[in-house]
Nanobody, 129 residues
Framework: QVQLVESGGGLVQAGGSLRLSCAASGRTFSSYAMGWFRQAPGKEREFVAAINWSGGNTYYADSVKGRFTISRDNAKNTVYLQMNSLKPEDTAVYYC??????????????????????WGQGTQVTVSS
């Protein structure tokens, strides 16, 4: 089993930055695409960003393009989400997810939460105005 643990969430003022980390344990992490999703109270879970196995391909929701950056360090079994210029509408629980279909990529595939097999417990991000 792959276990994912998110960290780095917290309270920040609008315009500020946070860096989320997702530490993974388990087999074959380096061949998995990874994604970040978020869910605000009363709203559907939505795609934020994804990265393929090597880090050579990244994908972003339009709402975060230019502000968020996803990256990974396979040697550390960790994926990151750098969030800059945060807005109150970014407030949500952020979830890390892993796609166990090796070497998969593509924006349509990796923006779909049903492409992912493992999920972390989530970390709260609150952006005040």
């Amino acid at each position: 089993q792959v276990q994912l643990v998110e960290s780095g969430g917290g309270l920040v003022q609008a315009g500020g930055s946070l860096r989320l980390s997702c530490a993974a344990s388990g087999r074959t992490f380096s061949s998995y695409a990874m994604g970040w999703f978020r869910q605000a109270p009363g709203k559907e879970r939505e795609f934020v960003a994804a990265i393929n196995w090597s880090g050579g391909n990244t994908y972003y929701a339009d709402s975060v393009k230019g502000r968020f950056t996803i990256s990974r360090d396979n040697a550390k079994n960790t994926v990151y989400l750098q969030m800059n210029s945060l807005k109150p509408e970014d407030t949500a629980v952020y979830y890390c997810a892993a796609d166990n279909r090796r070497y998969r990529s593509g924006s349509e595939t990796l923006s779909n939460p049903f492409s992912y097999d493992y999920w972390g417990q989530g970390t709260q991000v609150t952006v005040s105005s």
